[in-house]
């Protein structure tokens, strides 16, 4: 029979450990997709249309298409094994619900910042909250059909990151494209901690 590791309230139930990653970008990077398709569970959304009530709010410049926008988070689920689950929090990119991201940046491992060259400003505001709380955070340059490509160099120099701070290319709806993202961010926790980087 197997043996019972008993959790703290000596229940005998295997509790996994939760590991917490928010992803973080712009609005419209593509945060609410990068969460879609990492999620082994159907995501909680809290997606709304946009109206025309936010014309003046909502700068929709190179994304004219999108129709919809996160107004508190997204939230999905990564089980790497019976004792491991990763837990993600797409963090909402408009300036308005950022009154949220103290509840949604608590106890997080780390953090994933989406960067859109068409609006690659727009990930600043993302980069210098985790960079003023020391929350370690890599850069994913989410490569969008039709849209200019430049290098991963050239995106550093813009966005002045450290050398330290890991930037990858990535295609926010292709699962193993966003696992590569994640696993780049948990070999730069590990780095900073001094702790041996896991196998991939």
């Known amino acids: 029979m197997d043996s019972v590791r008993y959790d ?116 600043f505001p993302s980069i210098d909250y985790f960079e003023q709380r020391g929350i370690p955070f890599v850069v994913g340059v989410n490569c969008f059909d039709g849209s200019r490509r430049f290098s991963l160099d050239a995106v550093r120099d813009a966005l002045d990151l450290d050398p330290e701070v890991p930037l990858v290319f990535c295609d926010a709806r292709d699962r193993q494209s966003g696992k590569l993202v994640l696993i780049s961010l948990v070999e730069h926790v590990a780095r900073q901690r001094g702790e041996p980087v896991p196998a991939a």
Do not use: H
């Open 8 to 123: 703290r309230d000596g229940s005998g139930l295997r509790i996994p450990l939760a590991l917490k990653i928010l992803i973080a970008g712009g609005f419209g990077a593509g945060k609410t997709t990068l969460v879609s398709a990492l999620s082994e569970v159907r995501p909680l959304q809290t997606e709304e249309v946009l109206t025309g009530a936010g014309i003046d709010v909502d700068d929709v410049s190179g994304v004219e298409g999108k129709s919809t926008t996160t107004v508190a988070m997204d939230f999905g689920r990564i089980t790497i094994n019976e004792d491991l689950q990763v837990y993600l929090f797409g963090t909402p990119g408009q300036d308005r619900f950022w009154f949220l991201w103290d509840e949604l940046a608590f106890g997080a491992l780390g953090a994933v910042v989406l960067a859109d060259t068409r609006r690659l400003a727009d990930c």
